[in-house]
């Protein structure tokens, strides 16, 4: 009894002690339209792409109800069994924040594995699989159409952006031009910057991209030549 009395009494201290921003529950593997994702109180965000390369990042408003998936995870944590090992190129793991406020892997498979079949683990797996492969999808990824207006001249470009397994790859299209790949793309909840190489006829440089996308997958921005960020024009952009 005291021992469960005890167990509460962590609970309640630790919901009451997170932060809005502070991750609860989280996943992460090789899936389709995402690496990992992170749900606090208030947000869902996820990842896409090698935090050393290029990298997008979309977060969602949502509302949970926090202390059921606490008290669900502190059971799932409970069944957790020692972990194993064995030879696996992927790596799955599903993760929420224990009684001592940090994020314990509760079911995981691949090179390590977890396992863990009680029911409070399959229920807080399902509601991790629910929140987060029902978000939007990155407002980035796709093949969009730019209107790069240099001086009084408009060139029609092509931005393509997908994602591969755990990597995103880019590429600039300049038609009867060039193409070159996006290096350092960054992307953050509708912000985004990446830089190309061009070489067109005797020019060659680096240049900065900087800009927006809106829900309606709509860019616009400022691209620069470097490395003295002199601007070399302004772009709209539409996915196709």
Same mark, same amino acid.
């Given at each position: ?54 990298? $997008?990042?979309?977060?969602?408003? @949502? ?18 069994? +020692? ?6 190129? +992927? ?13 314990? +892997? ?38 969009? @159409? ?49 830089? @190309? ?15 927006t996308i809106n829900n309606h997958h709509e860019l616009k921005g400022k691209a620069y ?5 002199? $601007? $070399? ?8």
């Amino acid at each position: 009894m005291k021992s469960i009395l005890f167990s509460t009494s962590l609970l309640l201290s630790m919901i009451n002690g997170i932060s809005a921003s502070e991750v609860i529950i989280s996943k992460s593997g090789p899936f389709d339209n995402y690496d990992r994702c992170e749900v606090s109180v208030k947000s869902a965000t996820l990842y896409a792409g090698s935090s050393h390369g290029n990298q $997008l990042v979309e977060s969602t408003a @949502i509302n949970i109800n926090s202390p059921a998936v606490l008290k669900l995870g502190s059971k799932a944590l409970l069944h957790a069994e +020692t972990p194993y090992y064995r030879w696996f190129q +992927t790596q799955t793991d599903y993760k929420v924040r224990s009684s001592s406020g940090h994020l314990s +892997t509760y079911y995981s498979r691949g090179f390590k594995n977890i396992n863990n079949d009680s029911s409070a683990s399959l229920l807080l797996r399902e509601k991790t699989d629910q929140i987060c492969d029902d978000l939007k999808e990155f407002k980035l990824l796709g093949s969009f @159409i730019l209107d790069l207006k240099i001086g009084n001249r408009i060139f029609k470009d092509e931005l393509i952006i997908h994602k591969k397994y755990n990597l995103i790859f880019a590429e600039y299209i300049v038609p009867n031009s060039f193409t070159s790949k996006i290096n350092d793309l960054n992307y953050k909840n509708g912000k985004f910057t990446f830089t @190309i190489h061009v070489k067109e006829g005797n020019e060659e440089y680096d240049a900065l991209f900087e800009g927006t996308i809106n829900n309606h997958h709509e860019l616009k921005g400022k691209a620069y030549i470097l490395p003295k960020r002199s $601007l $070399l024009g302004t772009f709209t952009g539409q996915r196709n």
